[in-house]
């Protein structure tokens, strides 16, 4: 692969490992959407690494209390914060999640905080009882596959979306889903017995709940217009 060099060093994107992510298909995502851009990826534990690195990936798998301690406990998470104020990230699933206040999740009546990188909470799916459309109760964890709608950010849908249809479907595993407080953050939508937030985005952040690693072509494309994207 050609590698771009800005002032002597090549460019590279960092998917973070703090122990909870599912990185080796990340991984393997994001190295075949940077096929031909000149990217180099790689997965690190090093803050170092991540500082110097060019763009972000923050995966997540699992109880969000487990993921903020391991980020916190890892050292990475000062890094993680450095990287959000200045240069292009990328969370998935529960490093979607994280990037916001608070969760639901975690101890009863106290949850567990997250970065505070995009303000709002995660909350849990309270579907018992509700119907699906076909009759069959709706599930949690939400598994498998389902539709996201764009949201306009500034005027047009996210630049990230890039040519990704309207109405593509998406992977999804999770029991909790964000609510940004300002809905201008909110720029993908999916019906789950009422409308979520399936991606969510601020000035050089995009985050979703799916996994674009396990969803095909059209993942493959939001990693590669990430990589493209200029904020």
């Known amino acids: ?40 990826v790689v997965i690190t534990a090093n803050p170092d690494e991540v500082r110097a690195c060019e763009r972000v990936v ?17 050292g990475l998470q000062a890094s993680v914060l450095e990287a959000a104020a200045s240069k292009p990230l990328f969370g998935v ?5 994280m990037l916001l206040d608070h ?3 975690g101890p009863a009546g106290v949850g567990t905080p997250g970065l505070g990188l995009i ?5 849990k799916f309270e579907l018992a009882g509700q119907l699906q459309p076909d009759g069959s109760r709706y ?10 709608y764009r949201n306009n950010h500034g005027g047009a849908p996210h630049p990230v979306w890039g040519d990704v249809p309207d109405g593509s479907y998406f992977y999804f595993v999770h029991s909790f889903y964000a609510r940004p407080a300002d809905a201008r953050h909110s720029v993908g939508e999916t019906d789950y017995g009422s409308r979520f937030s399936s991606a969510i985005a601020r000035d050089n952040i995009f985050a979703t709940q799916f996994h674009p690693e396990k969803s095909a ?8 217009n990430f990589l493209h994207w200029n904020p």
Do not use: F
């Open 119 to 123: 303000h709002g909470e995660v909350l």
């Open 58 to 74: 923050l995966p997540g798998q699992g109880a969000m209390p487990d993921c903020m301690r391991e980020l916190r406990e890892s």
């Open 103 to 105: 969760s639901a999740e």
């Open 217 to 224: 072509e059209h993942g493959l494309s939001l990693y590669r």
């Open 1 to 40: 692969m050609n590698l771009i060099v800005s002032g002597g060093r090549e460019k590279t994107v960092a998917v973070v490992d703090y122990g909870m992510g599912n990185l080796r298909s990340v991984s393997q995502a994001v190295q075949a959407a940077a096929a031909g851009t000149g990217y180099r």
């Open 139 to 148: 599930k949690v964890p939400q598994m498998g596959w389902n539709q996201v």
């Open 93 to 97: 699933c529960v490093g979607m999640q």
